[in-house]
DNA sequence: TAAGAAAATGACTGCCCAGTCATATTTTTG
DNA sequence: CAAAAATATGACTGGGCAGTCATTTTCTTA
């Protein structure tokens, strides 16, 4: 998505725009975010930015690519056929989360974020059918466990997916509320989001997550 | 909140911005909405409108308060009291809600969307606060119930009223993609929020709702 | 080292916004 | 009916934004 031009520079400069631009992704919607007050901020011309990138949404998807494809490394190497049932799989993920989060803690940030973008006007229609596809996936996940027969059959398997769904995009929220643990001021830092004694608070929200699912979606 | 200038106006002039007040607010976030746009529309001049209301955010408070003590009007009749257990009591709020989105539409729909108006940088702080009270009030129902010995002892209280807060106020999201139910549309055209055949698919999809947090909440 | 290619620049366009204020119009009142 | 009070007006301020483009600077290469 950037132009030859970008990849033609220092990759410590390339790495300096990504990492503010992460950041201004993180901080801001899409439609909030500014370009110019990024670049102001880092002493580049306007001019120059656009040798770099066709426009702003170019920009953001390039970002959207890269830390998506860096979290798939940690989360892919999980195998479902790897745990006996669904929520320790589930728990691991987080797990592996976690290290991405320390690892790459802007990247982390960004991603975090991203469900927020869906209320920018510019953008809505991309995340519309975007948040099509993740149902999709999810719906297939839940499906698998009821072939397994480990979760129940008498709820549509859709309405579980979106369950999961909404419960696993607001874990940031419920950590704030439940623990008082503000994960906004960590990403404003750009700090890990779950910061605190390597995602301690974190595992313990999900595994509270697991005890109420559980009751919600296990065959009884 | 509006200066006296506004109540001297005659009562189909406030209706009429009134009205298209909340279709703003309802259509976009806080920040995106945009007063000029709407003065246009009206043909009313900007100065105008500032003898009325100190602000925008005067303007938007005022909106919420109204809406709200309508609102209330419909739901505070249902009493906990009057019915066995929390779900029935649960569903016949819906019953009401959907009584004051057919006859006030326009504040239903301004009040749907006002969950969303957090993203909105310029009052975020005002919902953070708000947020908090919702939860505390949240918290202070499920206590309830758990003091009656309905509600399972094993979880924190305060976990399962953000489930509650969480679940229900994505009710619109679960019928888009449950039902295809474009809901976002309707109150684009100022329809009732639930438009379809007096609310049924909104009660079919609390049922679903209710079939699954019973398992995650009752006592078993 | 000179010419041509690549990259950097920032003033500029055209768009949007909330809020102000001096002036003009309308309404009230004595 | 005239003066005073209330209301209406819209050009204007100061701000922000994405994206453009003619020009300058830097780098490459022959």
Redesign the pocket.
């Known amino acids: 998505m950037p132009k030859?031009?970008f990849h033609?520079?220092p990759a410590s400069k390339q790495q300096k725009l990504v990492d503010r631009f992460l950041r201004e992704f993180s901080i801001h919607r899409y439609d909030d975010?500014?370009?110019?007050?990024v670049l102001k901020d880092l002493g580049?011309?306007?001019?120059?930015f656009?040798?770099y990138f066709e426009?702003?949404?170019a920009l953001f998807l390039y970002l959207q690519g890269i830390c998506g494809t860096q979290k798939a490394k940690y989360v892919m190497q999980v195998k479902r056929e790897d745990f006996p049932d669904f929520w320790q799989y589930f728990r691991k993920l987080y797990e592996e989360g976690i290290q991405f989060d320390q690892q790459h803690p802007l990247m982390s940030n960004f991603l975090h974020q991203i469900i927020h973008h869906i209320h920018s006007p510019t953008i809505k229609k991309l995340y519309d059918t975007w948040l099509d596809q993740i149902m999709a996936a999810l719906t297939a996940w839940v499906q698998h466990e009821v072939d397994l027969g480990l979760f129940r059959k008498d709820i549509a398997v859709k309405s579980m997916a979106f369950f999961l769904f909404k419960i696993t995009t607001s874990i940031m929220e419920y950590m704030r509320l439940i623990y008082g643990l503000e994960v906004e001021e960590n990403i404003k830092k750009g700090l890990p989001v779950y910061a605190d004694e390597n995602g301690a608070t974190l595992m313990k929200a999900v595994d509270e997550y697991i005890l109420l699912l559980q009751s919600t979606f296990d065959k009884q």
């Open positions: 030859e031009t033609n520079l975010a500014s370009i110019s007050a580049i011309a306007k001019g120059s656009y040798q426009s702003k949404l």
